[in-house]
């Protein structure tokens, strides 16, 4: 069975940073494609940012470009979101998601972790 669960959610204020985390069971995350997501009260869930495989690299959505970074720890089986310079706009509760080994669609889902920008 597997298992992601997703923590390092808090307040911080605007221009600070963040570093959630999200470790897994049942899956090894070099073999997926990992991702995450956030979603605002009262707007639709959207993609943050994803890594691939090993030796495949990461994207990113527009509005977190140059702030947010996504790594791996293959040893600890965690993937990791760095977010720097938040933003009030990057409030949400923030998911991550892993896909099958070998695919690419997001089959597996953690809970999520509020994450609140002050300004």
């Known amino acids: 069975q597997v298992q992601l669960v997703a923590s390092g959610g808090g307040l911080v204020q605007a221009g600070g940073s963040l570093r959630l985390s999200c470790a897994a069971s049942?899956?090894?995350?070099?073999?997926?494609?990992t991702g995450w997501f956030r979603q605002a009260p009262g707007k639709e869930r959207e993609f943050v940012g994803a890594?691939?495989?090993?030796?495949?690299?990461?994207n990113y959505a527009d509005s977190v470009k140059g702030r947010f970074t996504i790594s791996r720890d293959n040893a600890k089986n965690t993937v990791y979101l760095h977010m720097n310079n938040l933003k009030p706009e990057d409030t949400a509760v923030y998911f991550c998601?892993?896909?099958?080994?070998?695919?690419?669609?997001?089959?597996?889902w953690g809970q999520g972790t509020q994450v609140t920008v002050s300004s």
């Open positions: 998601a892993a896909s099958r080994a070998m695919t690419t669609d997001f089959a597996y």
């Open positions: 049942g899956l090894t995350f070099s073999s997926s494609r």
């Open positions: 890594i691939g495989r090993i030796l495949i690299g990461t």
